[in-house]
């Protein structure tokens, strides 16, 4: 797991199945280091097996910020050729609404995107081989 320091924690989750990065910072210096961490492991991901990641943004007292959700966006546009999903976890409504707005927005038909606000329920959701 990455430290804490860095301003998120990074893990593998469901037997190395699952990527997790939980947020406890959106500030963008911290943006900018996830997205080159999530960009190299998209990059060295192995053609066909399934990408499967979780984003735990539910920060306290946090707000994700048009920086954020840009840098995101253009994470999202990496390797078309890898089919996966993504699970947001958030902790409002108001923020579930931004990300749902954000992924609508976002041409990205390779890979599945949902909103949660539980995440026993996002990991199984992550892992359901049978769901298209």
Request: glycine fraction near 4%.
């Amino acid at each position: 797991m990455v430290a804490e320091s860095t301003g998120y924690d990074k893990e593998w989750l469901a037997e190395k199945r699952v990527l997790s990065y939980r947020f406890h910072d959106l500030s963008p210096t911290i943006i900018d280091r996830w997205a080159d961490d999530l960009a190299a492991e998209l990059n060295a991901w192995p053609n066909g097996k399934t990408w499967r990641l979780m984003l735990d943004i539910r920060l306290h007292g946090g707000f994700i910020s048009p920086y954020s959700l840009r840098r995101a966006r253009e994470i999202a546009s990496l390797r078309p050729d890898v089919p996966g999903r993504l699970a947001v976890l958030v902790s409002s409504k108001l923020a579930a609404d931004i990300i749902t707005m954000t992924i609508r927005a976002t041409n990205n038909t390779f890979r599945k995107r949902s909103v949660f606000n539980n995440e026993p329920i996002a990991l199984r959701w992550l892992l359901d081989d049978k769901a298209r």
